[in-house]
């Protein structure tokens, strides 16, 4: 969960109460709030209250704005995460490849047998969430370049397991992460950019069943590392 939106809601609310009851009046003052474009908001009372659910959304509108109109990649920026992942990947002759969270699909056609899935960006092979992409296929690599960073350790780990799932015992998984530095675009203000460290990154390799291969740092203050799925 998005801990500076839902911060954010519980302000607004204190402001004024009456929102929570005219929908169409929080709608609008959530749009201009956080400079999206949501035509309804969808929330229901439960046990935990009503925000839960409209943090996700406002989350989820977000990161579609920044990541499909504002956000443009800089992969030629990094020595480990970058291009040189191409050849190291290629020389594995590898019969299915997966680059999660793949962007504008700058691997496609340089990479063998890749497909690339994406929430944001209709370069992708397939416009899909990776919680939510589902195949009979499991793949030999992984590849996901800072695509798994937003939100809380729950949704981090979830996400996590999903793309190990895709992948076949003994198979790579290649990561670039960012321990939590804030995109300077004002459109990235609400994004919740996880705070990746080393130690996180063994232990959930061991929560995951997998070993690390590789860990360091790279360019532009990024960690990359590499996981084999036991």
Avoid at 17 to 37: E, M, R, W, Y
Avoid at 143 to 169: A, H, P, T, Y
Wanted: proline content about 3%.
């Amino acid at each position: 969960m998005n801990l500076k939106i839902l911060t954010e809601l519980d302000r607004i609310l204190k402001r004024n109460p009456a929102l929570k009851t005219n929908k169409h009046s929080f709608c609008q003052v959530i749009n201009g709030i956080f400079d999206i474009d949501l035509k309804t908001i969808d929330y229901t009372s439960n046990k935990h209250g009503s925000m839960p659910d409209l943090c996700e959304q406002i989350d989820r509108a977000c990161l579609h704005k920044y990541f499909s109109k504002i956000w443009q990649p800089e992969t030629k920026k990094f020595k480990y995460s970058g291009l040189a992942i191409i050849d190291e990947v290629n020389k594995m002759n590898p019969d299915n490849v997966i680059d999660v969270g793949c962007g504008y699909n700058e691997f496609k056609g340089k990479i063998k047998n890749l497909i690339g899935i994406d929430p944001y960006n209709d370069k992708a092979d397939v416009m899909a969430h990776i919680l939510d992409y589902k195949s009979d296929v499991k793949f030999d690599v992984a590849i996901c370049l800072g695509s798994i960073n937003f939100g809380s350790s729950d949704k981090i780990l979830s996400e996590l397991q999903g793309v190990v799932n895709m992948v076949k015992s003994s198979g790579l998984l290649y990561f670039r992460v960012n321990p939590g530095i804030q995109h300077t675009k004002k459109e990235a203000k609400w994004i919740n950019f996880y705070d990746w460290d080393p130690v996180f990154i063994s232990n959930t390799a061991n929560y995951l069943n997998c070993e690390v291969v590789v860990l360091k740092q790279d360019d532009h203050n990024r960690l990359y590392f590499v996981l084999r799925k036991k």
